[in-house]
């Protein structure tokens, strides 16, 4: 950890690590330290081949700046390239893989330690209780793993996401009414400090920090990999049931929701809505879809929506398949189009988290949403998420046992704005209207922010909590762990001035 000394200088040296201007990278950097990392990890420089594939992110707009990416292929390689940056003065900055849409991101000019490497450790205990998870694995690949040894954990709804990063910020998922959030899961991390000294961190060793790597992670270290609970699969069976409405209906199909989703109904059954342009049920405005989504043979679901069925839906169709088909079924698969990463588009999240669905704000946020989206081509593949989790298992942790700080909140909004990079009036249309999305949706005056979706604007009591000791907690981690301030862009608990136009 940092000593007393170095802790000294932070209030000077804070500016060096955060600002747009930064120290060159040395011109040696390949043979001073090529010799000190593993003989499989790499560096890369902007004149690599491999550096338009290295560089990549599923959002390209306010895009993080790389000057060198080094490719880990163990931990010692994040510590070496950890303590290369600081010897240097140069800010670091670690990704697994890229989907992270904080536009503060756009402010950070340094090193990339990309953890995509780190994508083959993953290891069953004979105990069958929990699983080692390097820090680059994706969400389907564990899924996957797992699944043939008869086993299946929370993981990241989108198979193209990671495992540890989702977790780090509390990590919704598929059975966090049976199991909990992603960050109830953790056993154990492996994490590397700011200053490359890499310590292990569970509810005994560094305690404190423990707590706080699971809902605000990011702020604290770079995870090597993790011990993971997993469970028996004792349902393999997923059922789907999708009613499609026109946008009139908007106001009756979320009255009728408020009523089921009243924390209390059986906690392997999720509520999920998209709205989207289909032209074969609407050919004027965006749609309303409602799904159910269960745990569960399809004659059980049918039985829990019998009720959903007297809506009279314009369309309606169901599936049944085991669970590693879920995601694709929906989706969310790691080739479908929510998930490219393709290196020409920009996508633009936000995240609003509320207990229960205020009817008169959602068809605002629809109406700001259909507005633009019928008006503005490029922006017609656009969506909108109202993502709507059981939460029995979430609620039975102890709200003040980790970092996260939204246990109470059943329900996401996501505004999901998708359009091709290179044109910069488009750029600052997308901000505007995402921005009027949000506040159209968030009512209340406290708004609440998945970290994990969160654009940068929102204030930062939103993300991690407004009653006082939990900032003052974090901010006292801050200080023990980082406190030169390294990690500070990606929702930082430490904002640099304002988190660029806070709403």
């Not at 910020?169 to 991390?189: I, R, T």
């Not at 490359?196 to 706080?212: P, T």
Request: hydrophobic share 35%.
């Amino acid at each position: 950890m940092w000593s007393s000394s170095l802790a000294i200088l932070a209030s000077v040296l804070l500016s060096s690590f955060t600002a747009a201007a930064y120290t060159a990278i040395p011109s040696d950097i390949l043979s001073e330290l090529t010799p000190r990392l593993s003989p499989t990890a790499k560096i890369l420089l902007p004149s690599s081949s491999l550096w338009p594939s290295a560089s990549k992110r599923w959002n390209e707009l306010s895009r993080p700046s790389y000057s060198a990416i080094i490719q880990v292929a163990e931990e010692r390689d994040i510590a070496e390239s950890v303590k290369y940056a600081n010897q240097h003065q140069i800010p670091f900055f670690a990704f697994s893989q890229t989907h992270g849409s904080d536009y503060g991101l756009g402010r950070f000019h340094g090193i990339g330690i990309s953890l995509s490497s780190l994508n083959r450790k993953i290891d069953l205990d004979k105990s069958g209780k929990w699983a080692t998870i390097g820090g680059g694995m994706k969400s389907k690949d564990v899924l996957d793993y797992l699944w043939k040894r008869g086993k299946q954990t929370g993981t990241g709804g989108c198979g193209c996401v990671g495992v540890v990063s989702p977790a780090l910020g509390g990590g919704h998922n598929w059975f966090q009414g049976q199991y909990g959030l992603m960050a109830d899961q953790v056993l154990e991390l492996r994490v590397v400090l700011a200053d490359g000294e890499v310590v292990v961190v569970n509810d005994k060793k560094h305690k404190e920090l423990f707590w706080g790597m699971r809902g605000a992670g990011h702020n604290f270290g770079i995870v090597s990999e993790m011990k993971y609970r997993v469970y028996d699969v004792k349902e393999p069976k997923w059922s789907i049931e999708t009613f499609t409405f026109k946008s009139e209906r908007l106001e009756e199909v979320y009255k009728y929701a408020n009523k089921k989703l009243d924390g209390k109904g059986d906690p392997r059954l999720l509520m999920w809505g998209t709205w989207f342009l289909n032209p074969a049920v609407d050919a004027e405005k965006p749609i309303v879809q409602f799904q159910w989504i269960y745990n569960g043979p399809f004659s059980e679901l049918k039985k829990l929506s019998k009720d959903t069925h007297d809506l009279k839906p314009d369309a309606y169709s169901s599936a049944e398949v085991d669970y590693p088909e879920l995601s694709p079924s929906l989706g969310y698969a790691a080739d479908q189009y929510a998930c490219q990463t393709d290196g020409q588009g920009n996508r633009m999240l936000r995240g609003i988290d509320v207990d229960q669905y205020d009817v008169k704000s959602l068809r605002k946020w629809y109406d700001a949403f259909a507005a633009t989206l019928m008006t503005e081509p490029a922006f017609q593949t656009s969506f909108c998420i109202l993502e709507g989790y059981s939460t029995q298992a979430v609620q039975a942790v102890p709200d003040k046992s980790t970092a996260f700080a939204l246990r109470g909140e059943r329900l996401l909004f996501a505004p999901a704005i998708f359009w091709q990079k290179g044109n910069a009036t488009l750029d600052e249309k997308a901000k505007k209207w995402s921005r009027e999305m949000y506040l159209a949706a968030s009512g209340s005056s406290k708004k609440k922010t998945y970290v994990n979706y969160a654009h940068g604007d929102e204030p930062v009591q939103a993300l991690y909590g407004y009653e006082p000791w939990r900032l003052k907690k974090l901010k006292h981690l801050k200080k023990k762990y980082d406190p030169l301030g390294h990690f500070a862009f990606f929702n930082p608990v430490n904002p640099i001035g304002k988190r660029h136009g806070d709403i």
